[in-house]
């Protein structure tokens, strides 16, 4: 009860004439940072961050979560029209938004995209007002084992559920660690996997990598198959989207899963990205409609959206309570509440009540704001469907190759690209899952940091992942991830032999 009046107190701070101007303001700006490759919510929100200097914290706070949130919504647009995710924690909406936009259902698969968002954000927000001090005692309780073990299982996860076979899973993992450990080791300091090129000391950026997977890689196939080369013909109509927001409560079993997996993976370090692969390959492993998977199925939308903005909304909670990021865009805007003179913590919910609450408060109007303004524009996006593929093509290249060069100015960044979208061609044409490959590249480098400070800890011994009742059931839950298809298949080849086994017993006595 004491949160709710203090969450009454905080909508009339947040919900006044200047700060929804704000609001609308920081929602345009991040649809356009998120539509953009390259940029993205932290570099967006870092742009943004010197101009809040001379504001009032509330009023900065709000501008900038704003800006996040619209962020997250705008890299779905690319992710499910063109293939080209705008966000890292977007490539896994691609996997079927894109089929369905090529399918002739682009408005589908927007709506569906931004209601499951807006769920997975409601969800969220709800969480940071009820669990907040629980939340904190539980997250003190995280060191770098269990750091490793969240990893960890995100990993498994691919290989148990993941849906593909388990082999190509380890190999397309195995190639995004490998692309990870490029560049400066953060343990020893030393340089590795650079071949003497200078310029890849500061490694491979994630951006770069993705782009060219998704963009270059599903050009090629598109170039190749030559019915790819006229537009889509979509009727784009207000009815289509109303019909993909009524149709949402059908799946209410996926969206409280993804919006859980999200909230967890949010507040502990595995982070949207992580939160939204997870999400996709369990609902690919639950659902009655798995093998529709990957050719344009409905769900296969929803349960990456909810989880990444479940997740992008929930890492915020760490970062007020604890004053530990949850994310990049988290850390982005805990440096701007310690500019504006705030120290994130226990102690900011006591000593900046009203801004704690003022800010929790925006997250509701804001999340509101975002969705009504991208689901007005859902039938202009939609319609770029219409513009034939001989234009969108090169549009797609430019893109691309300028949001690689605005990386880090460097030209290997577009050779790289280019690279990356022969490996995505030849994954396609292959049939290796693209997903362990990123997921592999985004979280690969953290997970192998935190496994080499668990070992420096312990000495060598591996069993500090087994020192306490939270790393042990992590690291358990990984490995039963792991070798379930083993124990599957074991279990269908007994099935298989059954019968056989009963008819040769049977052929005697006939």
Aim: glycine share 12%.
């Amino acid at each position: 009860m004491e949160n709710l009046q203090s969450l009454l107190h905080g909508f009339t701070i947040a919900v006044t004439a200047p700060h929804l101007v704000l609001m609308v303001t920081g929602v345009l700006l991040g649809i356009l940072v998120g539509v953009l490759p390259g940029l993205g919510a932290p570099n967006g929100v870092s742009l943004l961050l010197p101009l809040t200097f001379g504001m009032q914290p509330v009023s900065a706070i709000i501008l900038l979560s704003s800006m996040y949130w619209g962020a997250l919504f705008g890299g779905s647009v690319t992710s499910i029209l063109f293939n080209i995710p705008g966000e890292p924690s977007s490539v896994a909406t691609t996997f079927d938004g894109y089929p369905m936009a090529r399918d002739g259902r682009p408005t589908t698969a927007l709506a569906t995209a931004f209601g499951s968002a807006a769920f997975g954000a409601l969800v969220g927000v709800v969480l940071i007002t009820f669990l907040a001090s629980w939340v904190a005692q539980v997250a003190l309780a995280f060191g770098p084992a269990e750091y490793f073990a969240v990893y960890f299982l995100a990993f498994a996860s691919f290989v148990g559920m993941g849906g593909a076979a388990p082999m190509k899973t380890v190999v397309a993992m195995a190639i995004g660690f490998a692309i990870a450990a490029i560049g400066i080791d953060t343990v020893s300091g030393s340089v590795r996997l650079t071949m003497g090129i200078d310029e890849l000391v500061k490694g491979v950026s994630f951006v770069v990598a993705v782009m060219g997977l998704f963009g270059i890689g599903e050009l090629l196939i598109a170039v190749e198959e030559e019915f790819h080369a006229r537009a889509v013909s979509s009727k784009i109509e207000w009815r289509e989207v109303f019909r993909a927001l009524a149709a949402l409560p059908r799946h209410g079993i996926a969206l409280l899963r993804s919006a859980a997996i999200g909230c967890w993976m949010g507040i502990t370090p595995g982070g949207p990205t992580a939160a939204s692969f997870m999400s996709y390959g369990i609902a690919k492993r639950f659902s009655r409609r798995g093998q529709r998977f990957g050719a344009g199925e409905v769900e296969g939308v929803i349960a990456p959206e909810t989880a990444d903005h479940a997740a992008g909304t929930s890492a915020l909670l760490p970062m007020l309570s604890l004053g530990i990021p949850g994310s990049a865009t988290a850390a982005v805007m805990m440096g701007g509440l310690m500019i504006w003179g705030l120290n994130p913590g226990p102690m900011l919910f006591v000593d900046q009540k009203d801004f704690v609450w003022g800010l929790i408060a925006s997250m509701y109007v804001g999340n509101i704001v975002a969705v009504t303004l991208v689901l007005l524009t859902v039938p202009v996006f939609a319609a770029l469907m219409r513009i034939p593929f001989v234009i969108v093509a090169p549009l797609i290249v430019i893109i691309c190759a300028v949001g690689a060069y605005s990386v880090s100015n460097s030209y290997l960044d577009v050779v790289l690209m280019l690279g990356f979208g022969v490996v995505g061609y030849l994954f396609k044409k292959l049939s290796y899952p693209l997903a362990p490959l990123v997921l592999a590249t985004v979280i690969g480098d953290k997970a192998e940091d935190a496994f080499r400070q668990s070992m420096l800890i312990s000495k060598g011994s591996l069993g500090i992942f087994f020192a306490n009742r939270l790393v042990t059931s992590l690291v358990i839950a990984g490995f039963a991830l792991l070798f379930l298809p083993l124990v599957l298949q074991i279990l269908r080849a007994l099935r298989g032999g059954a019968p056989q086994r009963a008819a040769s017993e049977e052929i005697p006595i006939t």
